[in-house]
């Protein structure tokens, strides 16, 4: 049982987000419910782009009502889904929306955050953050080494984009690598700090080392 609709073809794009042109890639790959949106999401852009499963739900919708998707109405057994598949338009505007480059990264980072205000607190919690942060790139790691291989094997999940993934891939490899070598060294200049973080002073050749590090 199926039905298909769509809504509003001539209506305004002004509504659409980054995370909009997001979900529509993710259709051009292929249709999806918005489980499996918000699930793919979750596994691979969810990376680079994170958004909250709430926001992700409206998504979809607000395509269909711009005319760039189109939503059908299907059972699995007796529980119904609707799957969202990109129309022509969809593929018009992702393409028009490719072709202007895109803002640059916003990091947000708790633990580094913390390690800023790191004289207002102990040097524990200093140590402790810079552990944390440690260990979410150890744990982002694995996920992207498991995904790597698939991918080397030729049984990554769509294969066939494996040239597109792989220069993502390179990005968030280096990046995980570059939050680990971060956390020993910062790990080791904090052991040598003071109990009172406030009383810590700055090694002058670690500070001229980022100097020369930072003309590139």
Known sequence: MM????????MSRAGLSTTSFAILGL???????????????DRSLGRLWPRARSKLYEEPRK????????????????????VYEITPQGR?????WLARPGAGPVLEFEQLLKVWFAEHGTRQ?????????????????????RAARAYLAGEGPFQARAAQTM????????????VARWADWAAAVVE??????????????????IVRRADW
């Open 3 to 10: 039905e298909t609709y769509s809504q509003g073809e001539d």
């Open 92 to 96: 018009a505007a992702l393409a028009e």
């Open 27 to 41: 259709l051009a790959v292929r249709p999806w419910s918005t489980y499996e949106l918000t699930r793919q999401m």
């Open 63 to 82: 395509l269909v009502e711009a005319g760039l998707a189109v939503a059908r109405a299907e059972y699995v057994g007796r529980r119904p889904r609707t």
């Open 125 to 145: 919690d200093a140590l402790e953050n810079i552990a944390a942060a440690r260990r979410w790139a150890e744990e982002r790691n694995e996920e992207n080494q």
């Open 167 to 178: 220069l993502v891939g390179a990005f968030l490899t280096d990046f995980y690598a570059l």
């Open 192 to 209: 040598d700090w003071p109990e009172d973080p406030a009383r810590a002073t700055p090694d002058r050749a670690a500070l001229e080392d």
